[in-house]
């Protein structure tokens, strides 16, 4: 069981939008920053979001973060068949003195 | 180009240990924090552990403390993950990330190493 809760999964046809969630309690979300993580089978997460709401450089501006409280938000447009893959939230939690994610979220592209 | 080369990966009997290495290049190493990052067969992320830019803080997931230690060698640019009293629950992929989750993001990762704890 995560700390952090996501859907298992979500589904969208392409050129849609799609969102998912994140939701924690206070000594985690409610209090640090958010990160959302990519990542393809078999290799490596890569960051997309960071502090919340930020991009790195090189990530497309269709995708886009969030925060509220104790949940957070990946917001996703224009799907594309690219995008299938396992998202994550992470943040750090207070009480545990820890890094938490969430269970990962898996994206189909119908 | 930030780059880390995980290294270490093998087949160890429960009970026993592995080392684990990561070495980096592309950036200067002594400036940030480091992190290990664990993923079990067809399961999600789990955080392992994250250790300062000197070595002087060190934070661990409850299931390894007393079996795991982080450290870090910035005149090698390297971080290293000791695994003693292995557990089969411990097989996974360890990733290799620079950053903390508790500072900021985890901005670069290795490609992982698969570490195996079977009889």
């Known amino acids: 069981q995560s700390v952090l809760t996501q859907p298992p999964s979500v589904s969208a046809a392409p050129g849609q939008k799609v969102t998912i969630s994140c939701s924690g309690s206070s000594s985690n979300i409610g209090n640090n920053f958010v990160s959302w993580y990519q990542q393809f089978p078999g290799t490596a997460p890569k960051v997309l979001i960071y502090?919340?709401?930020n991009r790195p450089s090189g990530i497309p501006d269709r995708f886009s973060g969030s925060k509220s409280g104790t949940s957070a938000t990946l917001g996703i447009t224009g799907l594309q068949t690219g995008d299938e893959a396992d998202y994550y939230c992470?943040?750090?939690?207070?009480?545990?003195?820890?890094?938490?994610f969430g269970g990962g979220t898996k994206l189909t592209v119908l | 180009e930030v780059q880390l080369v995980e290294s270490g990966r093998g087949l160890v009997q429960p009970g026993g240990s592995l080392r684990l290495s990561c070495a980096a290049s592309?950036?200067?190493?002594?400036?940030?924090?480091m992190s290990w990052v664990r993923q079990a067969p067809g399961k999600g992320l789990e955080w392992v552990a994250n250790i300062n830019q000197d070595g002087s803080e060190k934070y661990y997931v409850d299931s390894v403390k007393g079996r795991f230690t982080i450290s870090r060698d910035n005149a090698k640019n390297s971080l290293y993950l000791q695994m003693n009293s292995l557990r089969a629950e411990d097989t996974a992929v360890y990733f290799c990330a620079r950053g903390s989750m508790g500072s900021g993001t985890l901005d670069s990762w290795g490609q992982g190493a698969l570490v195996t704890v079977s009889s």
């Open positions: 992470g943040t750090w939690d207070r009480s545990l003195s820890a890094g938490v």
């Open positions: 592309g950036f200067t190493f002594s400036r940030f924090w």
């Open positions: 502090d919340n709401d």
